[in-house]
């Protein structure tokens, strides 16, 4: 299974597919730093609200890198389960690359994070929840991507349906609070947490990791059935 991620980590950078999210991110990451200093935590927050759509695009991506021929055999060559998770671990690995850069743009070119004043959250604890905002994101993400790729839609028309859907209803709910939040993400609340004047507390984020890996578990469960009756 590592040669297969390796392999499908190869085809998606060698072919050029990586510059589009590459350049999208970078842009987006400009705009959020670009404009003066803020305190870590939210700073990092809405960071990761941001790259949620983009590492999904991403995700979508890598995994439709593959021709459908190639994708069968490869399902022949090591199985199904492994040829599957093999291209969300390779999705994930780049995700994981993408935020560990977002976590050190706003130090250079932009210094967009601002020095705390004493008595207040330190920089450390701020630096700390902004990096396990990334981490919830990119799980999130590699899920929505998963179910709005090729082997799953079949179609580009509704794969573009799914993918933007998921990324606009994971924002539009999480702004709204109380209609139906746990049908989304909890990438919003993530970043809501993080921009109050204290930091959350520790069963708010156990809350929202639980929240994270139930909504994951059941869009993948549901990518992973998805793909077995169209495959």
Known sequence: MTALVRMRLAGFLRSGRALAPIITAL??????????????????????????????????????????????????????????????????????????????????????ISTPEPGTTSLFAGIAVGAFAHLLTIPAAVALGALASRAVTRT???????????????????????????????VMATA?????????????LWLLTGWALAWCAAVLTGYARLRRSRS
């Open 27 to 112: 842009v987006v990451l400009g705009i959020i730093h670009g404009g003066g200093r803020s305190p870590a935590a939210p700073a990092y927050g809405y960071s990761a609200v941001m790259l949620f759509p983009i590492l999904a695009w991403q995700t979508k991506l890598v995994l439709d890198a593959e021709p459908d021929v190639q994708r069968r055999l490869a399902r022949l060559a090591v199985g199904a389960r492994r040829e599957a998770a093999a291209g969300l671990l390779a999705a994930a690995v780049l995700g994981l690359a993408c935020c560990a850069v977002a976590m050190l743009i706003p130090w250079w070119p932009f210094h967009a």
């Open 156 to 186: 580009v028309r509704n794969g573009i349906t799914v993918l933007v859907s998921g990324a606009v209803l994971a924002i539009v709910l999480g702004l709204s609070g109380s209609i139906a939040p746990w049908l989304v993400p909890p």
């Open 192 to 204: 809501r947490a993080l921009a109050g004047d204290t930091l959350p507390s520790g069963g708010t």
